[in-house]
Every structure is written in C-alpha cells, then in structure tokens.
C-alpha cells in the first residue's frame, strides 16, 4: 500500500502537512509530487500510475487555480478515475485531459457533501466537522484522506461513470531538470501524420528513438521515458543543452516551432510553414 500526492500546494508547509497527515492515517509510504498546474499534474498523474502497475495504493491529486471561477462550489469537482488495475486515483476534474491517450476514458463524479454526510451517519465525523471540511480551503489535507482512510466502509457517494474529454490542443507539460521539454504528443498522434501536419507541430526536428542516439548540440525529437505502458510522450531535447531555453519554451505553451534564419522560434499552433 503507497499514497502518491500529486498537488499545486507545493510550498513546504503544505506538502510537509499533507504527507504527515496521509502517513499517519493510512501507515504507509507517501510520496509528493509537487506541480504548478493541471499541465504538469496530468502528466505526472499518468507517470505515477506507470511507475506503480498493478500496486495496490492510491494516487491523490488536486489543482485548484485561486484566479478560477468555478460556479460557486468549493474548487474544481473531484473524480474517481476508472482503473483496470493497479492504484486507485482520485483528481481533480482538470487534470482529466492526457488519460484517453493511455487508454483511461471514464471517471466517476464525487459528491463530497453526500461522502461527508454518509460519514456523519457512520459516526466517523460529526456535523460540526462536516460543515469545516465541505467548505474547508484545503480540501486535499482535510477531505481526501479522510476519505481514503473510510473508504472500505463508506466508498464514494457520485453518480454513474462519466467520459473523460481530451484535450484538443498540444501543449508543453513539463519541463525537467534538464531542459527537456515533455510533450503531450505521443508516438501514436505521429504515426500517419501527412510531413505538413507533422511539421505543424514539431517543425523540422529529426526523430530519434532514444537521447543517446542524438547528435551532440543538436535540437530533436526523442521518445521520452513518460507515459503508461507502451504509450510514451514525445520530448523535445538539445543534446548537452536545454532545450527549453533554445525555444524559449514553458509549461502549456503550444507546440509549433518551425526553423527561421537557423534559429528554431515558436509559432502560433495555427501556423504551418513550407
């Protein structure tokens, strides 16, 4: 049994109180991964599920943007998603968008007032308690756990399952140590793609399976290590340099980069150049 915390919360107070909590309720390992959107929290969601297999355990993951309007209710809705095997997962709505290119096509809706209210009935909390955790500003520390922890006894109180609608747009998702830059496109989304489509995306890069196989200093395309079983996202890469500082590139910036006066630039997604 593990916990995986994926989480925009991602100062050390927060972290630091959201994996003690999870430790000491469910006695097992906990793991952080601290994002800063539902970019990066979609991509790191699909590669700790890859990283756990078929484990028992639970990946917990909330981004709640404070500058998002979410039609009165307390932060984004939370999901179970629908896993064959392997961890259960319970996110955030916005961080939906990269499971159908894995292969995770439905989820199932969470109502925290009626999961709370099923706890009030089962004397875990009492009505004083539900009323500070329904509406509670750190729904990750005071509910998800809680949840998690009865869940053999309560479960989860939704609706029947829901399909999960994909992102349309490729975007940048993470950005590594390195400077390589993971993207949403997957080995999959290229095959069959006439040479100007695939140019709309990537521009003129060569392809190369692996990073080693890149020339020194050059800017390419190389099959990444993220993904789930055997769908990898493409990264692209400056062999001994970043390419993230090459093309000026960050987190959920489109993709469409095209060679001008031989310096690689961004274009708008939209552009396509012979």
């Known amino acids: 049994m593990f916990v995986t915390i994926i989480n925009d919360c991602s100062d050390a107070n927060a972290l630091g109180r ?17 994002v800063v959107n539902e970019y990066e929290a979609a991509g790191c969601l699909i590669d700790a599920l890859d990283a756990a297999g078929n484990a028992p355990g639970w990946i917990l993951c909330n981004v709640a943007p404070r500058n998002e309007q979410t039609s009165g209710t307390n932060g984004p809705p939370f999901v179970q998603v629908e896993c064959k095997d392997g961890p259960f997962v319970v996110t955030t709505v916005n961080t939906l968008g990269l499971l159908p290119k894995v292969g995770i096509r439905s989820c199932y809706p969470i109502d925290v007032a009626r999961t ?7 004397q875990v909390i009492d009505d004083h308690e539900r009323l500070q955790i329904e509406s509670s500003q750190f729904r990750s520390f005071d509910f998800l756990p809680l949840l998690v922890a009865e869940f053999e006894s309560v479960g989860f ?3 029947p399952p829901q399909e999960i609608e994909p992102w349309t747009e490729e975007v ?3 950005v590594d140590c ?4 993971k993207t949403t496109l997957t080995t999959e989304d290229v095959v069959g793609l006439s040479d100007r489509r695939y140019r709309q995306y990537l521009g003129h ?12 200093g050059e800017l390419a395309v190389v099959i990444g290590s993220s993904g789930l ?3 990898r ?31 690689y630039a961004r274009v708008g997604a939209n552009q396509v150049h012979e």
């Open 18 to 34: 959201l994996s003690t909590r999870a430790a000491a309720w469910l006695n097992c390992p906990v793991t952080t991964m601290p």
């Open 178 to 181: 390195f400077g390589n830059l």
């Open 233 to 263: 996202f493409l990264e692209i890469v400056v062999k001994g340099g970043s390419a993230a500082a090459r093309l000026g590139l960050k987190v959920g910036d489109l993709l469409a980069v095209h060679e001008a006066g031989g310096e």
């Open 205 to 216: 890069l060569p392809v190369y399976p692996r990073l080693c196989d890149v020339p020194e």
């Open 116 to 122: 709370l209210q099923q706890l009030v009935y089962a």
């Open 157 to 159: 109180h939704g609706g």
């Open 229 to 231: 079983a055997n769908t």
């Open 172 to 174: 940048v998702w993470y």
